[in-house]
């Protein structure tokens, strides 16, 4: 099994900055792609930002010019740098990685999430 350890969270007043870090860990064969999920209380999980295996980053509008996504493909780590947090980027943030697995049956394909790291921004 693939295992996920975030870490990094933390209280950040307005404008402040935070750094994110995910680990993947286990029988990991190879990664797709390792993206940044956030859910605000009563709100629906929402993808933050994703990072292809090549590297190529995609980000959702609210946080373009603020977040910036990495990775680094011999660690298996995906790292999220947010900057000028606001409150409304206040939430629990998860770590989602897809990818290939080895197994005692073979090679499969597998999705983990991370147990979530709680970010809050206020004065």
């Known amino acids: 099994q693939v295992q996920l350890v975030e870490s990094g969270g933390g209280l950040v007043q307005p404008g402040g900055s935070l750094r994110l870090s995910c680990a993947a860990s286990?029988?990991?064969?190879?990664?797709?792609?390792m993206g940044w999920y956030r859910q605000a209380p009563g709100d629906q999980r929402e993808l933050v930002a994703v990072?292809?295996?090549?590297?190529?980053?995609n980000y959702a509008d609210f946080v373009k010019g603020r977040f910036t996504i990495s990775r680094d493909n011999a660690k298996n780590t995906v790292t999220l740098q947010m900057d000028n947090l606001q409150p409304e980027d206040t939430a629990v943030y998860y770590c989602?990685?897809?990818?290939?697995?080895?197994?005692?049956?073979?090679?499969?394909?597998?999705?983990?999430w991370g147990q979530g790291t709680q970010v809050t921004v206020s004065s």
């Open positions: 989602k990685t897809r990818g290939i697995q080895t197994t005692r049956y073979g090679k499969t394909d597998f999705t983990s």
């Open positions: 286990g029988s990991v064969f190879s990664i797709y792609d």
């Open positions: 990072i292809t295996g090549g590297g190529i980053p």
